[in-house]
T-cell receptor, first 113, second 115 residues
Framework: EDKVVQSPLSLVVHEGDTVTLNCSYE??????LLWYKQEKKAPTFLFML????IEKKSGRLSSILDKKELFSILNITATQTGDSAVYLC?????????????FGQGTILTVHP | NAGVTQTPKFQVLKTGQSMTLQCAQD?????MSWYRQDPGMGLRLIHY???????DQGEVPNGYNVSRSTTEDFPLRLLSAAPSQTSVYFC??????????????FGPGTRLLVL
């Protein structure tokens, strides 16, 4: 059974702090790992990672994948109150089941002014 | 493009009632999925489809049925609602670029309360 575990489950920081969110996985036939941000509505896409060691960046957010150790991290620098959200990690795995993602539990990030 | 649309936005059911959650996408995506989201549990896959006429079970399929008669529509049917099905339901669609499944686009969600 495919498994995705995120840590920490919740995190409270102050504006300007840097945070690191973790995602580890155990899946069969890994294809890609995705990060989503969810703010009281539907998840919105952040990154898709397919290769080890290649950092993806978007503004203050960055992410990297380690396929040997089976984990990914999402970094947010200089956090803002607008970064408060649930961050979801999902892994796409399997043979022909392209529509199938396994999600982690999510990390609830709260950024105080 | 409207993207992925879901109806209704909110529904209250009594135990034992049946209903259908509607999902439609206008992006000609081949893959569609239904998830439920419960506190502290992320999103769990209920059913998914890799094309019209093809569906398969996900992680938590019991109590739900799906069909995919067209590329655009992927309704989720609750056969006999139970309080354990109180949740937020998300429909998503995506396509494959060959090697990788491209990112899933999520609908706005349906909040279901079963009394």
């Amino acid at each position: 059974e495919d498994k995705v575990v995120q840590s920490p489950l919740s995190l409270v920081v102050h504006e300007g702090d840097t945070v690191t969110l973790n995602c580890s996985y155990e899946v069969t036939n890994f294809r890609s790992l995705l990060w989503y941000k969810q703010e009281k509505k539907a998840p919105t896409f952040l990154f898709m990672l397919t290769s080890s060691g290649i950092e993806k960046k978007s503004g203050r957010l960055s992410s990297i994948l380690d396929k040997k150790e089976l984990f990914s991290i999402l970094n947010i620098t200089a956090t803002q109150t607008g970064d408060s959200a649930v961050y979801l990690c999902a892994v796409h795995a399997g043979g022909t089941s392209y529509g199938k993602l396994t999600f982690g539990q999510g990390t609830i990030l709260t950024v105080h002014p | 493009n409207a993207g992925v649309t879901q109806t209704p936005k909110f529904q209250v059911l009594k135990t034992g009632q049946s209903m259908t959650l509607q999902c439609a996408q206008d992006m000609n995506h081949e893959y569609m999925s239904w998830y439920r989201q419960d506190p502290g549990m992320g999103l769990r896959l209920i059913h998914y489809s890799v094309g019209a006429g093809i569906t398969d079970q996900g992680e938590v399929p019991n109590g739900y049925n799906v069909s995919r008669s067209t590329t655009e529509d992927f309704p989720l049917r609750l056969l006999s609602a139970a309080p354990s099905q109180t949740s937020v339901y998300f429909c998503a669609s995506s396509y494959s670029s060959g090697t990788y499944q491209e990112t899933q686009y999520f609908g706005p969600g349906t909040r279901l309360l079963v009394l």
